[in-house]
């Protein structure tokens, strides 16, 4: 892979062996650079683990889409493509299983999840860092995905003019965020969520960035009545202890991912979602382009 890694530690330039990284005389399976601050931890990504796994009918529904979403728009089958936030890597099989001759590389915030990942997928470049200090090369990545990361990040305006100024001109931001400010809750809470977002706010921060929306639309438009019952439910337990956020979240998380009528409904959707866009929903979802250079 011939990408421009950036130096570590001001004088080592990795080298990517197609099974990790040679930085100087050491072979690494992860990058690290950048820390800071996160909504996230270590915990959390066990516990989403361990409750929604790899087949939670959501989280599947959100990849689906993104994977849609770039067949339409991402033409260059050997483009450089970045999932920021790709956390247990369960997106980053699904691309490369879709193209498999593109460059398709993962960061995240925390490093344990990312060495993790690292040993279960040692032919996929993984990078640590914090994306408000992102350390990626101007215009250097063909599509950038970032699904239920905004939320995370305080600054969520300087987090996204750094996405765009790592694409390329002409490239991609393929995002989710979750849906619905005045649905905030012990979930959201406890999942260290700084905001929920309307989508005219999202497209407000990528219009800010300059980028170009392409489409825009919502996920779970088919459950939307029944979520927006649960997440009223969950809000008399915002003042409640971490513990009873914790049950909340879970009980959430293991009823939805067990729900055989979730599956049909979102199943359904997903297929009506190739014709039309959803005016609500759990999450919002957008995709958009960084204008190309003008002529000179």
């Not at 996160?38 to 689906?64: F, N």
Request: neutral net charge; glycine residues 8%; charged residues 20%.
């Amino acid at each position: 892979m011939n990408y421009p890694w950036p130096e570590l530690d001001g004088r080592f330039r990795p080298q990517w062996t197609g099974s990790g990284f040679l930085v100087g005389d050491r072979r690494v399976g992860v990058l690290p650079y950048s820390g800071g601050e996160s909504g996230w931890s270590d915990g959390l990504t066990h516990m989403h683990e361990e409750w929604a796994g790899d087949d939670h009918p959501i989280d599947q529904m959100s990849r689906g889409w993104t994977i849609s979403a770039l067949r339409r728009h991402l033409k260059n089958p050997h483009a450089v493509v970045l999932d920021i936030g790709c956390s247990s890597g369960f997106l980053l099989s699904a691309l490369r299983t879709e193209w498999p001759s593109a460059a398709v590389m993962g960061s995240d915030f925390l490093l344990e999840p990312l060495e993790r990942l690292a040993a279960r997928e040692p032919g996929i470049p993984l990078m640590q860092f914090d994306l408000v200090r992102c350390p990626l090369p101007d215009a250097s990545i063909d599509a950038v995905v970032m699904l239920n990361v905004l939320e995370h990040i305080k600054d969520d305006r300087a987090a996204l003019a750094q996405a765009a100024r790592i694409v390329k001109p002409g490239g991609l931001v393929v995002i989710e965020v979750p849906a619905g400010p005045h649905l905030y809750d012990a979930y959201d809470e406890y999942l260290q969520h700084e905001r929920r977002y309307t989508s005219g706010t999202l497209a407000a921060l990528l219009e800010g960035s300059g980028l170009t929306i392409l489409e825009q639309s919502h996920l779970g438009f088919s459950v939307y009545p029944a979520f927006a019952m649960v997440k009223r439910r969950n809000q008399k337990q915002a003042a409640g202890s971490s513990e009873a956020k914790r049950r909340v979240v879970e009980s959430n998380i293991r009823q939805t991912r067990s729900s055989a009528i979730l599956r049909l409904l979102l199943h359904s959707e997903a297929w009506l979602g190739r014709y039309c866009s959803f005016p609500a929903g759990i999450r919002c979802v957008a995709v958009a382009r960084k204008p190309a250079k003008a002529a000179a």
